[in-house]
Protein backbone atom coordinates (compact mmCIF):
# COMPACT_ATOMS: atom_id res chain seq x y z
CA UNK A 1 0.00 0.00 0.00
CA UNK A 2 1.69 3.60 -1.31
CA UNK A 3 0.87 5.52 1.96
CA UNK A 4 1.79 9.20 0.16
CA UNK A 5 -0.91 11.41 -0.72
CA UNK A 6 -0.32 13.42 -4.08
CA UNK A 7 1.10 16.81 -3.71
CA UNK A 8 2.41 15.90 -0.20
CA UNK A 9 5.67 17.19 1.33
CA UNK A 10 7.72 17.46 4.27
CA UNK A 11 6.85 14.10 5.78
CA UNK A 12 8.03 13.40 9.27
CA UNK A 13 8.32 10.02 10.39
CA UNK A 14 8.52 8.57 13.96
CA UNK A 15 8.35 4.90 15.53
CA UNK A 16 6.02 5.49 18.79
CA UNK A 17 6.33 1.69 20.21
CA UNK A 18 7.52 -1.41 18.80
CA UNK A 19 5.95 -1.85 14.93
CA UNK A 20 3.34 1.52 15.50
CA UNK A 21 4.78 4.00 12.78
CA UNK A 22 3.36 7.29 12.80
CA UNK A 23 3.84 10.39 10.08
CA UNK A 24 2.74 13.70 9.74
CA UNK A 25 3.51 15.59 5.95
CA UNK A 26 2.17 18.67 4.51
CA UNK A 27 -0.95 18.77 2.30
CA UNK A 28 -2.54 21.90 1.02
CA UNK A 29 -4.30 23.48 2.73
CA UNK A 30 -2.96 21.90 5.47
CA UNK A 31 -0.93 18.92 7.73
CA UNK A 32 -2.82 15.79 7.47
CA UNK A 33 -0.74 12.48 9.05
CA UNK A 34 -1.23 8.22 9.35
CA UNK A 35 -0.58 5.58 11.65
CA UNK A 36 0.47 1.89 10.48
CA UNK A 37 0.02 -0.72 13.55
CA UNK A 38 1.73 -3.36 11.93
CA UNK A 39 5.36 -1.50 10.92
CA UNK A 40 4.43 -0.37 7.90
CA UNK A 41 2.89 -2.96 6.02
CA UNK A 42 -1.09 -1.58 6.28
CA UNK A 43 -1.98 2.21 7.11
CA UNK A 44 -4.72 3.99 8.41
CA UNK A 45 -6.47 6.42 6.37
CA UNK A 46 -5.36 9.99 6.71
CA UNK A 47 -6.04 12.49 9.33
CA UNK A 48 -6.20 16.24 8.79
CA UNK A 49 -4.27 17.99 11.73
CA UNK A 50 -4.67 21.72 11.12
CA UNK A 51 -5.87 23.57 7.96
CA UNK A 52 -6.20 27.24 7.05
CA UNK A 53 -8.37 28.32 3.72
CA UNK A 54 -6.76 31.80 3.67
CA UNK A 55 -3.16 30.86 3.81
CA UNK A 56 -0.30 28.11 4.03
CA UNK A 57 0.31 26.18 7.66
CA UNK A 58 3.79 25.12 7.91
CA UNK A 59 4.18 22.36 10.88
CA UNK A 60 6.84 20.63 13.01
CA UNK A 61 6.19 17.19 14.75
CA UNK A 62 8.15 16.84 17.87
CA UNK A 63 8.39 13.67 19.67
CA UNK A 64 8.98 12.74 23.34
CA UNK A 65 12.78 11.23 23.92
CA UNK A 66 13.36 7.68 24.89
CA UNK A 67 13.99 4.35 23.63
CA UNK A 68 10.70 4.81 21.97
CA UNK A 69 8.39 8.08 21.13
CA UNK A 70 5.35 7.63 23.21
CA UNK A 71 4.13 11.24 22.56
CA UNK A 72 4.07 13.29 19.87
CA UNK A 73 3.40 17.00 19.55
CA UNK A 74 2.21 19.11 16.62
CA UNK A 75 2.97 22.53 15.98
CA UNK A 76 2.29 25.24 13.03
CA UNK A 77 2.62 28.65 11.79
CA UNK A 78 0.65 30.51 8.90
CA UNK A 79 2.15 32.04 5.88
CA UNK A 80 0.54 34.95 4.52
CA UNK A 81 -2.72 36.63 5.55
CA UNK A 82 -3.15 37.85 9.08
CA UNK A 83 -4.69 41.08 10.05
CA UNK A 84 -4.66 44.18 8.44
CA UNK A 85 -2.29 45.31 10.83
CA UNK A 86 -0.31 42.30 9.96
CA UNK A 87 -0.05 42.34 6.56
CA UNK A 88 0.99 46.18 6.92
CA UNK A 89 3.41 45.06 9.32
CA UNK A 90 4.77 42.51 6.91
CA UNK A 91 5.35 45.05 3.69
CA UNK A 92 8.47 45.49 2.15
CA UNK A 93 10.56 47.98 3.03
CA UNK A 94 9.20 47.81 6.68
CA UNK A 95 11.19 46.61 9.71
CA UNK A 96 9.89 43.55 11.11
CA UNK A 97 7.00 44.67 13.62
CA UNK A 98 6.99 47.88 12.82
CA UNK A 99 4.29 49.55 13.13
CA UNK A 100 4.57 52.48 10.18
CA UNK A 101 3.76 55.03 12.94
CA UNK A 102 6.10 58.00 13.43
Known amino acids: MDIVDPGT ?3 Q ?6 GELFVSYRQQPGWRCR ?4 AGAS ?6 IA ?6 IYGITIAQTGEYLRKVHFV ?4 SGGTEEEIRDKS ?3 PFG ?3 IN
Open 9 to 11: SYP
Open 13 to 18: SFQLVP
Open 35 to 38: RSAD
Open 43 to 48: WAKPVD
Open 51 to 56: ASEDCA
Open 76 to 79: WSRL
Open 92 to 94: PGM
Open 98 to 100: SSG
